[in-house]
Nanobody, 124 residues
Framework: QEQLVESGGGLVQAGDSLRLSCATS????????MGWFRQAPGKERELVAA????????HYVDSVKGRFTISRDNAKNTVYLQMNSLKLEDTAVYFC?????????????????WGQGTQVTVSS
């Protein structure tokens, strides 16, 4: 059983940067593909970025391409989401998730474990 804990959220102004972290408790972090999702009020949860088990493959939703970067440090059991040039529409609760897969995973139902989420609020 993996436990995922997100951190790094907060209140920032448009154009600022934030780095989210997701630490896992298990010893098998390197066996999971990881993803970052977000959910804004009244909207469905959407995939923001995904990364393969090795970190060699990544995927981004179009709205964050060129602004967000997902990375992982398997030695630290942690996945990151660097968010630059934040926009008002990036405001949401951000969740990390783990999937038992070598390849990156873009389908939410294939993720096995989820964190509790961290709030990101971007103001004008």
């Amino acid at each position: 059983q993996e436990q995922l804990v997100e951190s790094g959220g907060g209140l920032v102004q448009a154009g600022d940067s934030l780095r989210l972290s997701c630490a896992t408790s298990g010893r098998t972090f390197s066996s999971y593909a990881m993803g970052w999702f977000r959910q804004a009020p009244g909207k469905e949860r959407e995939l923001v970025a995904a990364i393969s088990r090795s970190g060699g493959s990544t995927h981004y939703v179009d709205s964050v391409k060129g602004r967000f970067t997902i990375s992982r440090d398997n030695a630290k059991n942690t996945v990151y989401l660097q968010m630059n040039s934040l926009k008002l529409e990036d405001t949401a609760v951000y969740f990390c998730a783990a999937a038992s897969s070598r390849a990156l995973v873009t389908t939410p139902r294939r993720y096995d474990y989820w964190g509790q989420g961290t709030q990101v609020t971007v103001s004008s």
